[in-house]
């Protein structure tokens, strides 16, 4: 009987997909990323070459087509922190796709599109055996499916544009994503040129206005964007008396102009 589990499991191993054991490689992507974005200010933000990828290109469809290669069932039995990681990368690498197809005709993402129809619902990405937008992956999926509740990945996705927070520089993988979120999520609200106190008001990024209700879903007992804030106050260099307006809720918060140019190196 040993010996015929054995068997079994040794055949197991051999003849079925890798991806229904194991998270996806996202090796080639990591690659890219590390030869073609440039980090500015230890990261706070960053900026891609995309002339540079735009001559890598095949590497970067070899990549997207192992996506896609993926089956909704082999990812549904990974970890959600490795599921979480490959539709972030899936977003990241997709962006860029669209970008090349129009690069360096263009000064902005939303340049690409039609008078009704926004880039990020062009239905051109494909994964899990059907064509999906940009939008379906983070609004559909990463918020949609509701298993994930993490805010934080607004500071990862990234929408080719300055005033979206960077796009880090390397692969996310899901036994490091915790770090990587985090650090994101910092970097972020360090930087002063996107958040920063004045006058007695918090002036922050926009993220935090259209994304409102996902800072107030109880993410590790945090209900409202104050409270994030609140968590995040030493990157946003407030002081204990504007922490405890914040706390209170006695601090007004305004929220910038997005700055939707092509977050490019020329």
């Known amino acids: ?126 994964l899990f055996g059907e064509q999906v937008s940009l939008d379906d992956i983070e609004h559909g999926m990463i918020r949609g499916w509701e298993r994930y509740n993490e805010p934080r990945i607004h500071f990862a996705v990234n929408c080719a544009a300055i005033g979206c927070p960077a796009l880090r520089a390397e692969a996310y993988e899901g036994n490091r994503l915790e770090e990587q979120l985090e650090d994101n999520t910092r970097l972020f609200l360090s930087d002063r040129g996107r958040n920063y106190f004045s006058d007695g008001r918090l002036y922050v990024s926009s993220i935090f206005n259209w994304y409102q209700e996902d800072f107030e879903r109880g993410w590790i007992g945090i209900d409202s964007v104050d409270e994030f804030m609140s968590r995040y106050s030493e990157s946003l260099g407030l002081d204990l008396d504007t922490i405890a307006a914040l706390n209170g809720g006695r601090l007004s918060i305004r929220y910038l102009r997005y700055d939707w140019e092509l977050n490019r190196t020329d």
């Open 1 to 126: 009987m040993s010996n015929k589990f054995t068997l079994l499991l040794t055949f197991i191993t051999w003849f079925l997909p890798v991806s229904l054991f194991a998270a996806f490689d996202h090796s080639e992507w990591n690659s890219l990323l590390q030869q073609h974005v440039i980090e500015i200010n230890e990261g706070q933000a960053t900026q891609v070459n995309y002339a540079a990828m735009l001559a890598d290109r095949v590497r970067l469809q070899s990549y997207l087509d192992g996506l896609a290669e993926v089956q909704r069932s082999s990812f549904d039995n990974w970890s959600e922190t490795d599921q979480l990681a490959f539709l972030i990368n899936a977003y990241n690498a997709w962006t860029i796709e669209l970008v090349l197809t129009e690069y360096p005709e263009l000064d902005s993402i939303r340049e690409i599109g039609f008078l009704f129809s926004s880039p990020w619902r062009r239905k051109f990405v494909s």
